[in-house]
T-cell receptor, first 111, second 112 residues
Framework: GDSVTQMEGPVTLSEEAFLTINCTYT??????LFWYVQYPGEGLQLLLK?????DKGSNKGFEATYRKETTSFHLEKGSVQVSDSAVYFC??????????FGPGTRLSVLP | DGGITQSPKYLFRKEGQNVTLSCEQN?????MYWYRQDPGQGLRLIYY???????QKGDIAEGYSVSREKKESFPLTVTSAQKNPTAFYLC???????????FGPGTRLTVT
């Protein structure tokens, strides 16, 4: 079945550092790809998405590029802030099978 | 404002009691989902429904039940058969299956 592998956390960075959270997936067909973010005690929010190969999703300074050849969708941000501290989930979305979330990567940003 | 509401935010029950968690959406979405999240872990799918009066088991359906009598509502019952019910429960909806999901704020259930 479909699966997602994310880099293990927690990831601890200083403010203004560069962030990369790796995500690779296996899925049937050509899924849309999503990153969700979860702040403490809350539900998940969609952060960004990409629907086809080479698409770049972006939001709030975060970016991720759909790499079909490496089946990857790594999340990046050039300069993190304390307010970015959260858990980040990668999720491939194949029609009718959008049920596979990665284990989540906890990010802590220190002032 | 459109969105998904879950109530209550915190719920406490004694072991052996059934408990029902509420999930309502006014986004006019066809598909709805229930997930369970344990501390430090990802989401696991309990049940999902792609249309009114129809639902399917997810990966961990044992000890849970759902109904989908109305498009906007998808309540989850945690039965006494669920061996480890204490967890954070998240409800989500999407326009249809396979599109981006919108999540509620979650219900934290504690069973003692």
């Amino acid at each position: 079945g479909d699966s997602v592998t994310q880099m293990e956390g927690p990831v601890t960075l200083s403010e203004e550092a560069f962030l990369t959270i790796n995500c690779t997936y296996t899925a049937t067909g050509y899924p849309s790809l999503f990153w969700y973010v979860q702040y403490p005690g809350e539900g998940l929010q969609l952060l960004l998405k990409a629907t086809k190969a080479d698409d770049k999703g972006s939001n709030k300074g975060f970016e991720a590029t759909y790499r079909k050849e490496t089946t990857s969708f790594h999340l990046e941000k050039g300069s993190v802030q304390v307010s970015d501290s959260a858990v980040y989930f990668c999720a491939p979305d194949n029609y009718g099978q959008n049920f596979v979330f990665g284990p989540g990567t906890r990010l802590s940003v220190l002032p | 404002d459109g969105g998904i509401t879950q109530s209550p935010k915190y719920l406490f029950r004694k072991e052996g009691q059934n408990v029902t968690l509420s999930c309502e959406q006014n986004l006019n979405h066809d598909a709805m989902y229930w997930y369970r999240q344990d501390p430090g872990q990802g989401l696991r799918l309990i049940y999902y429904s792609q249309i009114v009066n129809d639902f399917q088991k997810g990966d961990i359906a044992e000890g849970y039940s759902v109904s989908r009598e109305k498009k906007e509502s998808f309540p989850l019952t945690v039965t006494s058969a669920q061996k480890n019910p204490t967890a954070f429960y998240l409800c989500a909806s999407s326009i249809d299956a396979g599109t981006e999901q919108y999540f509620g704020p979650g219900t934290r259930l504690t069973v003692t």
